[in-house]
C-alpha cells in the first residue's frame, strides 16, 4: 500500500475535464511540494507537474497541478486520446526521509 | 540531448548478484543528484536510492536498505546500483532519473528519465 493514495482509475470523454487525486499525511504533503508524473504506455516515466503547479517547457496548459492541506490533485481538460497514460503524483516523506509515490491512477479516455 | 541509459539488467537466481549502470550524456553530471526507481512488471513505481553530486549524502528505501548499494562515477559520468541478496519481489524495471539539484531535497524532482532495464529474480 502507497503512502501517498490515489484512485487507481479515472475515465472522461475526449474535451471533458478530469481531476486526479492524491492524498497523504501531514508529512509528505503539507511539508513538502508535490510532482506528477506521466507513464504512456509501455514508455519510461515524464515529469508533467513539479513543485505543485508549475509546468516543465514543452507540457501543455491543458494539464495542471495544485495543493491543499494533505491533498494534491492534477487536472487535465480539454481530454486527448493522447493523454490516455498512467499518471503518478511524489513528494519527499521527512519521516522516510526518502521519496514516495502514489499507486498510480490509469487514466482512460472513453 | 540529455540521455540517460541504464544498461546491466537481466536474469539472475535469488540470493544472486547484479551490478546496473547508468550511463549520463548532455549535461554536466557531476553537478546533480540522481536516483534509481523501479517499477515492478504491471505495478507502479517504487523509489529505490538517492546519491548527491559529491556522493556525500545517500539514501536508500527500507525495502533494499543492507541490500543495494547506490554510487558513482563522475569522470565516467556513470551512475551504478549494486544489488545483492537479491530476492522475487525485486523483479522490475529499473530506471534512474535526475534530480534537479546537486544534493537530495525534498522540492526537488526527477527529470528526465532513462528508458530501464528489465531485472528478472527467478529460479
Known amino acids: 500500500q502507497s503512502v501517498l493514495t490515489q484512485p487507481p482509475s479515472a475515465s472522461g470523454t475526449p474535451g471533458q475535464r478530469v481531476t486526479i487525486s492524491c492524498s497523504g499525511s501531514?508529512?509528505?504533503?503539507?511539508?513538502?511540494?508535490v510532482n506528477w508524473y506521466q507513464q504512456l504506455p509501455g514508455t519510461a516515466p515524464k515529469l508533467l507537474i513539479y513543485?505543485?503547479?508549475q509546468r516543465p517547457s514543452g507540457v501543455p496548459d491543458r494539464f495542471s497541478g495544485s495543493k491543499s492541506g494533505t491533498s494534491a490533485s492534477l487536472a487535465i481538460s480539454g481530454l486527448q486520446s493522447e493523454d490516455e497514460a498512467d499518471y503518478y503524483c511524489?513528494?519527499?516523506?521527512?519521516?522516510?526521509?526518502?521519496?514516495?509515490f502514489g499507486g498510480g491512477t490509469k487514466l482512460t479516455v472513453l | 540531448e540529455v540521455q540517460l541509459v541504464e544498461s546491466g539488467g537481466g536474469l539472475v537466481k535469488p540470493g544472486g548478484s547484479l551490478r546496473l549502470s547508468c550511463a549520463a550524456s548532455?549535461?554536466?553530471?557531476?553537478?546533480?543528484?540522481m536516483n534509481w526507481v523501479r517499477q515492478a512488471p504491471g505495478k507502479g513505481l517504487e523509489w529505490v536510492s538517492s546519491i548527491s553530486s559529491s556522493s556525500s549524502y545517500i539514501y536508500y528505501a527500507d525495502s533494499v536498505k543492507g541490500r543495494f548499494t547506490i554510487s558513482r562515477d563522475n569522470a565516467k559520468n556513470s551512475l551504478y546500483l549494486q544489488m545483492n541478496s537479491l530476492r522475487a519481489e525485486d523483479t522490475a524495471v529499473y530506471y534512474c532519473a535526475r534530480e534537479n539539484s546537486a544534493a537530495p531535497r525534498p522540492k526537488n524532482w526527477f527529470d528526465p528519465w532513462g528508458q530501464g532495464t528489465l531485472v528478472t529474480v527467478s529460479s
Open positions: 511524489a513528494a519527499w516523506d521527512d519521516r522516510l526521509n526518502g521519496w514516495v
Open positions: 513543485s505543485n503547479n
Open positions: 548532455g549535461f554536466s553530471f557531476s553537478s546533480y543528484s
Open positions: 501531514s508529512s509528505i504533503i503539507v511539508s513538502n511540494t
